[in-house]
């Protein structure tokens, strides 16, 4: 097939297309309507429930701040607050923004820019939780045991279940970083090659 | 209830359009309808401020290309949405078998073609001139003109493997 045939198939199948009237009034009213575009809403939903707990547990240990009293468990704190409320804002940020992109106002070019930017901010952003998850497990035992039932396990100790349980959530956490580190480069790299064909 | 009608009225004279890009850019059936439906929402979402602002053209390829070029990102959609008879449209293909294969064959070369690419073909089969595939894409006349000329060449290579 030359390429002047394809524009000739090209035509002749939008006549045809054209010529079909297949949306109805009402059809295209529903697709108007925001309830359809359940896709973002979705992982809205589930990031909004999920920063909400974030904030929750937040929230307690900051009013119960001042049951932390020595330096190692204020630190621990600081830590855990920061987690739950820094990552949350972050990527709700990231969901408004992709919310509200205007669609109408940025060219072809602009959009493609932005999306291989956006990717490549959320993909940092993953990594970053991924590295908060290591610092929240090790910095919310202590905080937690000493909100909980007031023990400070850096005298204390703790028990052998507490190492089994730190013991395994270190190696899934790093078995689950390492594939994730792999799915980041590709598509990082997929988002560069973007923007470099834009550049061209 | 006057925008609305006017909105119905725009899209009807134009959802061939919406569903070539949808064709161009969806994965399947499934995604093409999720696509169909977003482009149509998004559109309605920024029909208040365009109006008059361009013509209604740019603005339906501008909106419909950005909305595909976001869905690229998304995940798989749950089942809800509206009942659209996809099959029905593809009575336009299918009108005769020889055209349905031969439009099988081009859309199949051309969801080859990487994101710009698939843009830039798509807005030279619809018969755009480069200045307006320039102000709906962004990029400059000049570029348009050697992008769509190396787009040619690969595709004409493709097509001849």
């Known amino acids: 097939m030359e390429l002047e045939e394809m524009k000739q198939l090209w035509e002749t199948m939008s006549q045809r297309v054209e010529k079909q009237q297949l949306l109805t009034n009402k059809l295209i009213i529903q697709m108007t309507q925001e309830r359809y575009t359940t896709k973002l809403s979705k992982i809205q939903t589930f990031e909004t429930a999920g920063s909400v707990i974030c904030f929750v547990m937040a929230a307690f240990v900051l009013f119960n701040f001042g049951k932390l009293d020595t330096w190692y468990l204020v630190l621990s704190g600081i830590l855990v607050l920061l987690a739950l409320t820094l990552l949350p804002i972050l990527v709700l940020r990231s969901i408004f923004k992709m919310k509200h992109l205007d669609l109408a106002q940025q060219n072809f070019r602009e959009s493609l820019v932005e999306f291989g930017r956006e990717k490549q901010r959320f993909l940092f952003l993953q990594r970053l939780n991924i590295g908060f998850g290591f610092l929240i497990m090790f910095a919310a035992l202590p905080v937690a045991s000493k909100l909980l039932s007031n023990k400070d396990i850096f005298e204390t100790g703790v028990s052998s279940f507490t190492w089994i349980y730190l013991g395994a959530a270190v190696v899934g956490l790093a078995l689950f970083a390492r594939w994730g580190y792999g799915c980041y480069r590709r598509i990082t790299q997929s988002a560069e090659n973007l923007l470099k064909e834009l550049e061209d | ?161």
Do not use: C, P
């Open chain 2, 1 to 161: 209830m006057q925008d609305k009608q006017e909105f119905i009225q725009t899209i009807k004279e134009n959802e061939g359009v919406i569903y070539k890009i949808t064709r161009v850019y969806a994965k399947d059936k499934e995604d093409q309808k999720d696509l169909y439906q977003e482009i149509v929402y998004q559109l309605w979402k920024s029909f208040e401020s365009f109006q008059g602002k361009s013509k209604v053209s740019t603005w339906m390829y501008r909106v419909a290309l950005n909305t595909s070029i976001a869905h690229l990102n998304k995940q798989k959609k749950s089942q809800q949405g509206v009942s659209m008879d996809f099959e029905l449209l593809n009575l336009a293909d299918e009108h005769d078998s020889i055209m349905e294969e031969q439009m099988n064959t081009l859309y199949a070369h051309i969801k080859k073609l990487n994101v710009v690419e698939k843009g830039l073909i798509l807005l030279f089969l619809e018969g755009k001139s480069y200045e307006e595939i320039a102000s709906i894409t962004g990029f400059t006349v000049t570029n348009v003109g050697t992008r769509l000329g190396r787009i040619k060449q690969k595709l004409k290579t493709n097509i001849k493997k």
